[in-house]
């Protein structure tokens, strides 16, 4: 969206964040006022989107993966299984999602009366339509069936009467579903420059696809994404896998064919409009002094393939390994000097270290800071290169990177801004780059999903080696001849499947959703322990049938007893 647009979030926040709209005097929006012009209805739809940015909603829907097996922190009660119905996260998502429902269902009880054609209004509708979808979709993820509330609820007028009862899983699925076909119907294939980052077409028809595949409905979901990969009837999509996969996750890549659906986020030009990544995926050394709140686990990185395709082991690089805390300490830690400014000791073998990092999957040194590794970085307001060194008094102001927490963590570089990105950047909650939900990628894996579970391996692995090979990527195809890049039965290739959407989908929000219905969550997740690079034990998970789905927050239960029972196990 350019700046126009995002000049409309200013007057949406206002309009959208209190819904009351039959207030007077006059310095207050009402109903008595609005929705008569189309700048209203862009306004109030502005409302609609700016709800994604909320933490408890998509506005940090990056640190869901640290509910998984990829990453750990942030939602450390769930991670721990200590949370109950009056969590906050529970019932924030809760809430904030419904207030998002209840921005687009405004947006579509008011349109018959504005003035502006009867094409407009379809269009308006469409979108609003896809917004409630993609906020029933999360959901419907989260706590499986919800009450449903359209249009013809009045929020200034009904409030008191919300207490609908909790439809089913499929009657929620199904209302989504009708809310596409209709988004679908409407909405362009692609929008002009000025409106770029709206809901389009293609959004709509991947995201339905997306539904589906949840569902288990393999047929339909590959229909969808089959016309968003193939385009069969010529409707001039384009969407196409990015030649850069770093450069996705900075400004550069914001318009990329790529981005089917992102939150578009925006900073330094007086308007501040971006989401938190500096804040929670940024260290000491980041642009506002990040709180490294949620990094990649040990695991995770070591799940990434050798550049040959080979499956990582520690002993074809240190044939010593013997996994121990002490072996690990012993070559990971440094020492710095007295003053702390600079280091003493590196690590015996601290180009092994780097080496063996380089000699890995490309996407593990874009996704993750690695020690021994350069990032530029911020202090003492101007750029300042820092490297990762593992070693006590560690200091930004010295130029290293300081490890929260005692964790001796790995830490994220994927959107994570360097230095003030040119003076993008003005403030650590609103970080200026875009935030991908649906991206062609993921579609693709999605896609391949959908084959394998069809029985259509050979068009499964041909779509997996399209994002395997991209070009900054490039890593071997899969049954391309070597046994270790073998994967010819339905289990390998659904194995192949886990591992490539951690490797190429980490850090942006997916993983804790597909290990959830891939009913994973008791397998990978339960007793599991995650370590730090040094062998040091972080966190111990809890994950129990019940938390395949969170429960309803239970104030919303004595608020409107018509929802009945909790979830199974709440």
Not at 48 to 56: F, L, P
Request: net charge negative; glycine share 8%; charged share 25%.
């Amino acid at each position: 969206m350019n700046n126009k647009i995002l000049s409309l979030f200013a007057a949406a926040v206002c309009l959208a964040g209190c819904m009351e709209l039959d207030q007077f005097p006059k310095d207050k929006v009402s109903s008595g006022t609005f929705w008569k012009t189309e700048e209203h209805a862009k306004q109030a739809m502005m409302g609609v989107y700016n709800d994604m940015k909320q933490e408890n909603l998509f506005g940090c829907y990056f640190c869901q993966d640290g509910m998984s097996d990829i990453c750990f922190g942030f939602y450390d009660s769930k991670v721990y299984g200590t949370y109950t119905d009056r969590d906050g996260q529970v019932s924030g998502k809760w809430q904030r999602t419904y207030d998002g429902i209840m921005r687009a269902n405004a947006v579509l009880h008011n349109l018959p009366g504005i003035d502006m054609s009867d094409e407009l209004k379809a269009r308006y509708e469409g979108e609003a339509k896809f917004m409630r979808a993609l906020y029933y979709f999360h959901l419907l993820d989260f706590y499986g069936g919800v009450p449903l509330y359209d249009e013809t609820l009045v929020l200034d007028k009904d409030f008191n009467d919300m207490k609908l009862p909790r439809s089913s899983a499929d009657e929620t699925r199904a209302f989504i579903l009708k809310d596409l076909k209709r988004a679908i119907e409407t909405l362009p294939v692609k929008w002009d420059a000025a409106d770029y980052g709206r809901a389009t077409r293609g959004a709509a028809v991947a995201l339905r696809g997306k539904v589906k595949l949840y569902a288990q409905d393999y047929p339909a979901a590959i229909a969808d994404f089959e016309e968003i990969v193939n385009d069969p009837a010529g409707l001039g999509y384009g969407y196409d896998l990015h030649t850069s996969y770093a450069e996705l996750f900075v400004p550069e890549g914001h318009a990329s064919n790529e981005m089917i659906f992102s939150i578009q986020n925006k900073g330094g030009v007086g308007m501040n409009y971006g989401m938190p990544m500096a804040w929670y995926f940024g260290t000491r050394s980041t642009y506002g002094s990040g709180w490294t709140t949620c990094v990649p686990t040990a695991d995770f990185v070591e799940m990434y393939e050798n550049a040959d395709g080979t499956f990582f082991d520690w002993k074809s690089y240190f044939p010593d390994f013997d996994g121990s805390v002490e072996w690990k300490q012993k070559m990971f830690r440094a020492e710095l000097t007295e003053d702390f400014k600079t280091v003493a000791r590196y690590p015996e073998k601290v180009n092994e270290l780097r080496d063996m990092y380089t000699k890995r999957d490309p996407r593990l040194n874009y996704n993750v800071i690695l020690p021994y590794t350069k990032y530029n970085g911020w202090n003492q307001n101007k750029p300042k290169e820092c490297e990762f060194v593992l070693a006590d008094g560690i200091n930004e102001a010295n130029g290293f990177i300081r490890n929260e927490k005692g964790w001796e963590s790995y830490l994220w570089r994927k959107f994570v801004p360097e230095g003030d990105m040119g003076g993008l950047i003005t403030n650590r909650s609103h970080t200026p780059i875009n935030f991908p939900l649906i991206r062609y990628a993921d579609v693709l894996l999605m896609l391949a999903e959908c084959y394998n579970e069809s029985d259509r391996l050979d068009e499964a692995v041909a779509l997996i080696n399209r994002v395997r090979q991209r070009p900054t990527v490039n890593m071997p195809a899969l049954n391309s001849g070597p046994a270790h890049l073998e994967a010819r039965t339905k289990e390998a290739v659904f194995e192949r499947i886990v591992r490539e959407r951690a490797f190429e989908l980490a850090g942006e929000g997916h993983r804790f959703s597909d290990l959830r219905r891939w009913k994973l969550g008791v397998t990978l997740l339960n007793n599991r322990k995650d370590y730090g690079i040094t062998g040091k034990l972080q966190y111990t998970h809890k994950f129990a049938e019940r938390d395949y789905l969170w429960p309803i927050p239970g104030s919303e239960i004595e608020v409107n007893p018509a929802i009945g029972s909790n979830n199974p196990g709440w």
